[in-house]
T-cell receptor, first 113, second 110 residues
Framework: NAGVMQNPRHLVRRRGQEARLRCSPMKGHSHVYWYRQLPEEGLKFMVYLQKENIIDESGMPKERFSAEFPKEGPSILRIQQVVRGDSAAYFC???????????FGPGTRLTVT | QQQVKQSPQSLIVQKGGISIINCAYENTAFDYFPWYQQFPGKGPALLIAIRPDVSEKKEGRFTISFNKSAKQFSLHIMDSQPGDSATYFCAARRGNKLTFGTGTQLKVEL
C-alpha cells in the first residue's frame, strides 16, 4: 500500500520561473492538504482540497500561489514567478475523510536561485 | 501569532534516559493533539495523538500528558535510544487544519 507520493523530490528554479509540485494521495484518500516548512521552522498550513474543490485556502499567499485537485490525477501546487523567499520544503498530506488522520508525503524541496 | 509554542528547541539525552518535550496552546477550539517525528529529508510521521478529554495516553515508550486547564501537553520518551534522534513536532488541530509547533531536535547519545 503505497503512501503519499510527491514529485519532484527536489526542484531548482530561477527567480521568475514557475514551480509545479505534484502530490498523489494514498489509495482511497480523497482529501489533500498542503503545508510549507521554512528552514528551522514548523510546518505551516496552506490549503485543503477535496476532489475538484478547494475547501480552505486560508494559509495560501494571496498572489502567485494556486492549488488544484482534479477529478483525475494528482493534486498540483503551482507557484508563479518564484522568489527566493519561496525556497522551502512543501509537504502534502492526505486523509480518507474530513477529521481523520493526515498522512504526510516525503516533501518537495524547492530552491530558488 | 504563534498558536502552539514548543520547547525546548533542542535536547540532548543519554541513551536510556527520558526525553521530555513540552507544548502550550492558546486556542481552546483545538480538539486533537498529535505528535510527529521527522527524520532529515523525510516527511513528518504520526507518532502518537491525544484528545482533550483524556489526561494521558501511552503507546510503548511514548507517553502524552495533557493538561486541559493549563492548555499544555507534553511528550515523554522513556528509555530513549539513538534511533529516536530526530525532530519532533507537536501539533493541534481545529477542523481540518493542523497548527504545528516549531520543533525540537532530539539527539540521544550513547
Amino acid at each position: 500500500n503505497a503512501g503519499v507520493m510527491q514529485n519532484p523530490r527536489h526542484l531548482v528554479r530561477r527567480r521568475g520561473q514557475e514551480a509545479r509540485l505534484r502530490c498523489s494521495p494514498m489509495k482511497g484518500h480523497s482529501h489533500v492538504y498542503w503545508y510549507r516548512q521554512l528552514p528551522e521552522e514548523g510546518l505551516k498550513f496552506m490549503v485543503y482540497l477535496q476532489k475538484e474543490n478547494i475547501i480552505d485556502e486560508s494559509g495560501m499567499p494571496k498572489e502567485r500561489f494556486s492549488a488544484e485537485f482534479p477529478k483525475e490525477g494528482p493534486s498540483i501546487l503551482r507557484i508563479q514567478q518564484v522568489v527566493r523567499g519561496d525556497s522551502a520544503a512543501y509537504f502534502c498530506a492526505s486523509s480518507p475523510s474530513a477529521g481523520h488522520e493526515q498522512y504526510f508525503g516525503p516533501g518537495t524541496r524547492l530552491t530558488v536561485t | 501569532q504563534q498558536q502552539v509554542k514548543q520547547s525546548p528547541q533542542s535536547l540532548i539525552v543519554q541513551k536510556g534516559g527520558i526525553s521530555i518535550i513540552n507544548c502550550a496552546y492558546e486556542n481552546t477550539a483545538f480538539d486533537y493533539f498529535p505528535w510527529y517525528q521527522q527524520f532529515p529529508g523525510k516527511g513528518p510521521a504520526l507518532l502518537i495523538a491525544i484528545r482533550p478529554d483524556v489526561s494521558e495516553k501511552k503507546e510503548g515508550r511514548f507517553t502524552i500528558s495533557f493538561n486541559k486547564s493549563a492548555k499544555q501537553f507534553s511528550l515523554h520518551i522513556m528509555d530513549s535510544q539513538p534511533g529516536d534522534s530526530a525532530t519532533y513536532f507537536c501539533a493541534a488541530r481545529r477542523g481540518n487544519k493542523l497548527t504545528f509547533g516549531t520543533g525540537t531536535q532530539l539527539k540521544v547519545e550513547l
